[in-house]
Every structure is written in C-alpha cells, then in structure tokens.
C-alpha cells in the first residue's frame, strides 16, 4: 500500500517506527503502546478518531499486502502487535457498545439464518444506493468510488483470514465456495476487486491501493478496520462469519441501484459490469452465506452464536453511520472525503521523488 | 444455444419456465458420480443449484451460467431471470412455494 500522511501524534510515530523498520531505536517502539493509550485516552469518538482508526488500519496492512517502503518483517514486531492489541481492545469494546445485538435462536441453520435475514430486512439504514441512482452527479460517484475502494480493491480478503480458522465441515464449505466466486472462479479477469478497478479506471481514478487514503474519512476505515478485527483473531470467527452474512444480504438490491446510477449519469457495461455482477452473484452468496456459513457455523459452535450476530449486526450498525455522513454531505453539495493532507509524510515525499526519477508516473 | 436437454430433469421452476438438467455426469449419485445436483429450496427465496447441470429456459434454449453454484428465481419479480436478484425480499410473501 502506498504510505498514507500522519493524522496525529501516534500515526506520526507510528509511520516513523515503521519506516526505520530493524534500525527503530528500542525505545521508539516501545513508546508506541504508551503513545497508543494517550491517543485512545484523547478520543472523544473512536470510530470517527483519524489518529486511532489510520493507526489500526496501518497495522493490519503489515498482514496484507504490507506498506511501501516498510521492512515486511515488522509484520511480526512484539511492539507492534502490542499496539495492535491496545487499539484492538479499545475499538471491539466500542463497537459491543453501540452495536445492538438481536436475540439469539436455537443453533439451528435455519433459525439462524432466518434471524439474520430478519435482521438484515428491518435495517431502515440511510439509503446511500437510492442517492446514487437518483440524484448522484458525477463527482459524487467518483467520491462513492473513492470510498469504498478501501474494501473493494481487495474484496473477499478480510474474510478469508477466516478459512483456515473453520472447523471441517459445513461452514468451511460455504465459505470456500463463496470466496471462490469472489476470487473468480479461476478466472483473474472475473476478480471482484478487479472488477472493481475497472470500474474506477472507468471513472478516470487511481486504482493503486492507498493511493486516495489520505481523503478516506476515519469512519470508513473503521468499517475496514471491523473486519481486520473479526477476520484476524481467531476468538472472534464467529464475528466474521456473521459479516460475510450481513454483508452479502445487503448488497444484491443496492448494487442494483448502484448500477442505475452510473447508467443515468452516462457510463457503459465497463463500469457497471462490478455492480451488474454482484447483484447475481450475491443473491447466490447471501443464501450460502446466511444458512451454510452463519448457520452450520452456529451448529457446530453453538457457543459462537452470539458473535455470529454481533459480526452481522456490526455491518449494518457502522453502514448506517458511514451511509448518514455521506449522504449529510452529499445533499448538502459538499464532499464527503477528509481535505488533502497539507503535509504528506517526508518518507512518502521522498518514494515519490525516487519513482518520479525512476521515471515511474506518481 | 438451443436444443432439448439431455440429461435428466432435476428441477424447474413454474413463476420462470426454466428447467434443471443435471448433464450425463451429474445425474447419478448411486453410480459413484462424485458431483450429484443438489437442489436447495432456500425458504421465501430462491432455489440455489449445486453440481453438474444445465439450465434451460421454457423453450428449451440453453442459458449460459456464469458460476459454479446458481440461485433461481422462484418469486417471478427477478429483473435478471431466471436468477435470483433478492427482489423476493422485498414482497410481502417471499417467494410462493418453499
């Protein structure tokens, strides 16, 4: 991932432990935790704190595709992990706090997938999918598009730290299966996350993940962030069994309408092809999803239930925040990404010198 | 594109006029044919198709799937027929046969 500019005084030294990687000076790291718990004790709002979620999302980046310029050992540095784990604390205590959680059925495939997709239908969240397919200019799509590259441009990934944290069984199967279709099927070009590009290419946007990070408002990487969570500890794979679920049940009808958007507003089968695709595609998975996935998860760990629900609840809880920000800013003509960052970290400054000199386009 | 299915009907649904064949391959579990269709009438929703099979509209013509595992619409209110579209979850019933 391209390096992102600091937000505060953690990320600032974060990015600067990061980037010195083995040459860090001890004490730099192991001021990192106390730094942490400075700004968790400053936050007045986690979820919408830029200096604690860019944090978080930073940390869990060493587990994925790792950030420019950055040792990839440091994936793996105790101080760092020890970071992690204090942020980590913080953010799943505030979000068993807001996020409220229906009663639990009997563990029963059926009865639980039933409950989520009660769940699921009674969600009178703010409908960020009817804006777009009505009123949505054509800046604001691009802006849509800037948000949830975040997810998109690596869709499926979170959920596959689940994989290998299943028992053997029905729920293993149902999560293969679908993440095999998110995958492609075999077939990279039929790739959602690249699908997704395409579409962004579409609209004129770098697809370089991290490239608009700077302009990616808090409350978005903490939904990002809600699944490095759930998908990363093996405690919470109930959690992230539950996303997949809400996740997928919440997607065939608006993808509709974010289709309908980009047909109105003029653009081709190049760009609304993501969207096309995953009306048919996740009216598949959200069955799978709801009754093999949650479901048989839920009868062979009975005892994960109630974090199947919360893992379901959570998606619908922070989509409703985000969709209520953006919509609050789009019908009031205003943008809804963070201002450029006036100061981008030197270290980022001095890659893209070095590539501009490689004759590598910024 | 169009011709009559060969393997054996599996399923078909009256609200789309599709059929479910499962191919020469799919249609005999007992004989160690390790890919047997299963259908899965998922309550309110659609049917969801697993295995070795063809789909085929009312007139016969083979519709081409574009995953291993297809859902099919039994509500009849899809815009992408004969798959499912999740309209049947905006209507009052679901789908009417489970």
Known sequence: MLLPAPRGALTSALLDALLAGADAAPETLGQLTAAGESALAAASDLLRDDDVQLALFCLYELHYSGLEGVDPAMEWEPELIR????????????????????????????????TLFGLAAEDDGPSVSRFIARSATEDQLREFLILRSVYQLREADPHSWAIPRLPVGRAKAALVEIQADEYGGGRPERMHSHLFARTMAGLGLDTRYGYYLDRIPALVLASSNA????????????SIAGHLAAFEMTSSIPNSFYAKGFRRAGFGPDVTFYFDEHVEADAVHEQIAARDLAGGLAEAEPELLPDILFGAAAVLTLDALQGEFQLAAWKGNESALRTAAPDPHPAAAALAADAAAAGVSP | MSGTPAGKPVASVEATGVSVSATTAGQDSAAGN???VSVMACPGGPLLVRGDFEVFDAEGNLVPKNRETVALCRCGGSKIKPWCDGTHKLLKHGSATD
Do not use: C, K, Y
């Not at chain 1, 699944?227 to 109930?238: A, D, H, I, P, T």
């Open chain 2, 34 to 36: 390790p890919d047997p």
């Open chain 1, 227 to 238: 699944m490095s969570l759930f998908g990363l500890n093996r405690r919470l794979r109930g």
């Open chain 1, 83 to 114: 970071l992690r784990r204090t942020l980590e604390a913080a953010f799943e205590a505030t979000l068993r706090n807001i996020v409220p959680v229906p009663a639990a059925p009997e563990p029963d495939a059926e009865a639980v997938a039933q």
